[in-house]
């Protein structure tokens, strides 16, 4: 080192950037503390003497004028050294403050020379000695006071000490010189002595550091082994499962909490040291045993394959619960053994809490610890990693770090924990920070350092894990890893259920009843927005409080307003942490209307919205105990509609259906409060029970019949229609509903064969004609199976006298009452529905039969409405003609023009596919019915029949002449034969034949016979 550094750093005030240097000069400035004042204190005193002693021949202001002022300047500075006297300094302003000492020491120390100097020129020789003497002892103890500091020292003694030596020196007097001399070897030896005590005092400093930083190293290595051991301890009593450690000698190394409370046992009589047999015993004692001896249980434990390898075991306990034991021995004859109950499968979430067992053992007893507890937590499902105040990682366990198998460079003691998310973030370990690493890396720091924080994180390979973390009270932390990746893919397969889902539906929050999530399918359905919806609450889809206790549904209110009602299935879950309620919604607003109408109609015609039959029998029921009760009585009436059948089959069934609506209004305004049902076709009933009886009824029946005295006005057409009623009295005539409505229809019976527009009351009479005609109803169903029907064929002839067929129809021999006429019991069949399997033997049987006739002749089959109406004609048709072989043009099926125009476009369907058989179709009693023109061009037929009817009045009316001419002419033009029935007389013929008609049949050509005698009559023609 050269001279000018050495010089340098002779009055360099000191170090700030090594520990001794810092520590130097803290400790210099503490002792300046104290010296400073002593040390002002002896200027002041030696500044006074000097001015004392000098003669007053010197001026004032040599004398007081400079002392004063430096004197002023060293009081300035005691003033601000005494303000510092009780304040703790830092290095780096303890060295601030000491180059302002330097400074002073420069700037007083050059005052002083300058006064010495001044002093020097003026006194007398004679003080010179004296007056030098006085100013270098301030110098000598200005020197000493500041020797903790050798800059301020140096320049002391070289500003103020040397130039009075100097002074003395260079006098030339002997005696001044020899004084000059002693200064000067004075200063050398205070300067030695000073730099020898500033070296011991820089050794003490320095050692009294180390003793501080070995102190502190000390205390720290005893606050980690100490906070190292409460971590074990908490980590072990937090654990899920039991866990033990037994030595060599079988005795109990530790155990956990969790142990002792699966066992029953009391804490304060287990403790370390204890033999497995003592601790069995107070299993035994406590009913925590396995269900086996004592000393079965320990020969079993004693065995070699329980001891000395690996086994999971499953005990049962004599107290009821189930433990699942996983045994691992370790070095030497000791293990270690975690103990589950299994009895109701439940885990605890929490991996480590509070400590139990203190650890008051130093750092190598805490190393030991950390064996035991790595051994423990690597048997644990969850992940766990423990940090310290300094977030660096000190221990984990195997599943933390197969979670984190990308960060497994960082995983080693002492590693910091940004450390290990940056290495993660690198090996694209986190899918959710891509892109913002910075960010999420800040966030993740953010939570980490909370005291309690928990969320759940994505890892690599669609893995998920809970993520809990802990600050502990020493600044640590611990974290544990649970694995819920089976818990987010079946909250993604609920998430693509609930938003895919085709039905309403919403979860919310189980204290609020916030709405916290909506599908699409709720946005559709109630018409808000999802914004809308999630800030709303379930009451704010309410549309008014539940009043109905048994009602099975709920009224919201959709987003225009509009009530509907939906049923409501509810399930508790757990929704982003909080506990909530999933809820769907099923609208049965549609449906509940439709039950409604379903209920409605069960009790009500749908046509007239009438009660219907059950509603009647309901009503007679309550009618019938009303009466019982009150000894009372009432009347049934039973209506029916003249001339409805023909004004339905010539108009069709819209006409027919507004001409019973129409007449059920009627009904119900002249029943003026009465009950009025309708029990099908053109039937209606009413009751009443105003008194007197029977008139108020014969009144009402009236009433009714007035009602129909104006024609019914439908679609342009005024129909007439009249009524006829029976009446039957409660309980004159009968004592129950059904004899009751018997009864009544009796009278009704009686009415309509007595004429149009009668009322009549029940008699016993009547009685005796309804049982024969419900008897006669009850033949008939069984006549075809009883073979009791047979044909009758009526011959038709060509102009020209030729036989082209035969007409089939129905006659019925009963076995008491002999042959019973069609027009008796056809009606009774069509009622009764017994047509239908009539309709089926009749066309069955004529094309059997004409089968087998010699000639081929046509044979006509009259169709039913019914029978017309019926999907399967065709189907009918086609088995006829295929079981007898009859051929298909052989065959005319005769159609009332009624039954086409019921529904024109079914209809034209059915004849289109009968056609496509072969057959041939006929168009019976044309003129009588809607006679529409539309019919000849719009279906396909065969043959036109001139209704009886207009050919009885042939001869007697010019206007049935013109009918039949016009019938006749039209069907020409349109190539269509045409064919009068009913002729009787050679008249009626001979008018006929001159109109051009093509053929006849009626009583003057042939009446209808059996098949034997039409049989003959074909041979006759033949030959």
Known sequence: MGFFARLRDSFSVGDTSDPLGRALLVEQFRVLRKQVPVLYAMLLVNSISVGLV?????????????????????????????????????????YLELARVRTATVVLSSGFVIWILALFMVVDPGLRASVSLLLFMGCVGTAYCLGSFPPATRLTMIIAGAPIATLLLLSGEGMLVSVGINLLVLLA???????????????????????????????????????????????????????????????????NRQYLEIYDLDPKLVRPGMKLTEIVDLRYSAGSA??????????????????????????????????????????????????????????????????????????????????????????????????????????????????????????????????????????????????REEAWLAERLAHHALPHHSHEQHLAGDRWVRVEERRTSDGGSIGVRIDITDLKRREASFRLLFEENPLPMWVV???????????????????????????????????C????????????RTADG????????????VYEGRPAHVCVAFDVTERNRAQQRVSYLAGHDALTELPNRAALGEHLGDAIERAEITDGAFAVLCIDLDHFKAINDRFGHAVGDAVLREASRRLQEAAQGAYVARVG?????????????????????????????????????????????????????ADNAASLLANADAALYRAKHEGRGAIRLFTSAMDQQLRDRRALEHDLRLAVERGEFYLEYQPQHHRDGTLMAYEALVRWRHPLRGVIPPGEFIPIAEQSGA?????????????????????????????????????????????????????????????????????????????????????????????????????????????????????????????SLAIVRAVIGLAHGLGVPVLAEGIETEAQMSLLVQEGCDEMQGYLLGRPRRLEAAAEKVRRAAS
């Open 54 to 94: 000098l003669p007053n021949t010197i001026s004032a202001w040599l004398r007081f004028a400079l002392p004063a002022a430096l004197l002023a300047a060293c009081l300035f500075r005691l003033a601000q050294w005494l303000r510092l006297k009780k304040a703790d300094f830092t290095a780096e302003e303890a």
């Open 189 to 255: 030896l205070l300067a030695r002595m000073i730099n020898t005590n500033f070296r011991s005092f820089v050794k003490l400093v320095e050692t009294h550091g180390r003793l501080s930083e070995e102190g502190d190293r000390a205390r720290a290595a005893e606050q980690t082994a100490t906070a190292f051991a409460e971590r074990f301890d908490r980590a072990l009593n937090n654990m899920s499962h039991g866990l033990c450690f037994f030595d060599d000698d079988q005795r109990l190394i530790v155990c």
């Open 290 to 435: 396995p269900k086996m001896s004592k000393q079965d249980y320990l020969v079993w434990r004693n065995s070699a394959p329980v001891s000395a390898e690996n086994s999971d075991t499953t005990v049962e306990l004599t107290n009821g619960r189930i433990v699942r034991i996983k045994h691992r021995p370790m070095e030497g004859k000791g293990w270690v053994a975690t103990h589950e109950d299994i009895t109701e499968r439940h885990r605890t979430e929490m991996a480590l809490a509070e400590a139990k067992t203190a650890a008051e053992q130093a750092e190598a007893a805490a190393r030991a610890a950390h064996t035991h507890l790595t051994e423990a937590l690597d048997v644990v499902p969850e992940g766990l990693a423990v940090f310290d105040k300094d977030d660096r990682l000190v221990l984990w366990n195997h599943q933390y770090a197969e979670f984190y198998t990308a960060s497994q460079e960082a995983l080693a003691a002492g590693t910091p924990f940004e450390t290990m998310l940056r290495t993660g973030l690198a090996a694209g370990q986190y899918p959710d920070a891509a892109g």
């Open 509 to 543: 929050d189980a204290k609020r009843r916030r709405l916290i999530a909506v599908n699409g399918a709720m946005c559709r359905h109630y018409g808000y927005s999802r914004h809308d919806l999630l800030a709303m609450s379930e009451r704010q889809l309410e549309y």
């Open 545 to 556: 409080e539940r009043q109905d206790a048994e009602q099975d549904y709920e009224l919201h």
């Open 562 to 573: 509009e009530a509907i009602q939906v049923v409501i299935e509810s399930r508790p879950l």
């Open 681 to 733: 076709g053109d039937e209606f009933i009413g009751v009443t029970d105003e008194l007197p009886l029977p008139a108020t009824a014969e009144l009402l029946a009236t009433r009714m019949r007035a009602q129909f005295e104006r024609p019914i006005e439908v679609d342009g057409h005024a129909l007439k229609i009249d009524l006829c009623v029976g009446v039957a009295l409660y309980p004159r005539d």
């Open 835 to 959: 047509i239908a399997q009539i309709d089926d033997w009749v066309l069955m049987e004529a094309c059997r039969e004409a089968a087998s006739w010699d000639q081929p002749l046509r044979v006509a089959v009259n169709v039913s409405a019914a029978q017309f109406r019926r999907e399967n004609l065709d189907a009918q048709v086609r088995r006829a003609l295929r079981e007898s072989g009859l051929p298909a043009a052989r065959l005319e099926l005769e159609i009332t023009e009624g039954v086409l125009i019921e529904e024109v476009p079914r209809a034209r369907r059915t004849m289109q596919s009968l056609k496509s058989l072969g057959i041939l179709i006929a168009l019976d009693d044309f003129g009588t019915g809607y006679s529409s023109l539309s019919y000849l061009e719009a279906f396909p037929l065969d043959r036109i029949k001139v209704d009886r009817s207009f050919v009885a009045a042939l001869g007697q009316s010019e206007r």
